[in-house]
Each structure stands twice: as C-alpha cells, then as structure tokens.
C-alpha cells in the first residue's frame, strides 16, 4: 500500500483504483479481525479509511480535470 500522498498522486489512473480496491480488502480485514479480538492497534482502521477517503478524493480529481478537458 502507497503510504504517502505524493506516492499515490503519482499513480495512473488504474494504479489508484488498483490501490482501492487493495486498501479496501485491507479495511475489511481490519474490520475481521477487531470483530474477533485479534487486532490489538485499533487506530489501523482509522488509518486505512482515511487511506480510501485520499485515494477517492485523488481519483475525482482526475475524473474533473478530464470532464473539463473535454
């Protein structure tokens, strides 16, 4: 997982998306293993959903600076 936000702004498009879907299965794990005790730093899930919340923001970015190029 790209950690830094200059990391992730250097993605192509499908890099980003490829990079959501893994946060994201990452976020769910998390989810998994605080449900049955297993994760002992709670503070990951927050830092993975704000991880997805970057990388949705850096992907609608990109998609209206392409509307407005035509």
């Not at 959501?20 to 990951?44: D, I, S, V």
Request: glycine content about 6%.
């Amino acid at each position: 997982m790209a950690s830094k936000q200059s990391d992730l702004a250097e993605l192509s498009l499908g890099e980003l998306i490829d990079e959501l879907k893994a946060t994201k299965q990452e976020a769910l794990n998390l989810r998994f293993r605080n449900a049955t005790g297993q994760l002992e730093n709670t503070a990951e899930i927050g830092k993975v959903r704000k991880q997805v919340a970057r990388i949705n923001t850096l992907i609608r970015q990109r998609e209206i600076v392409a509307a407005e190029a035509g």
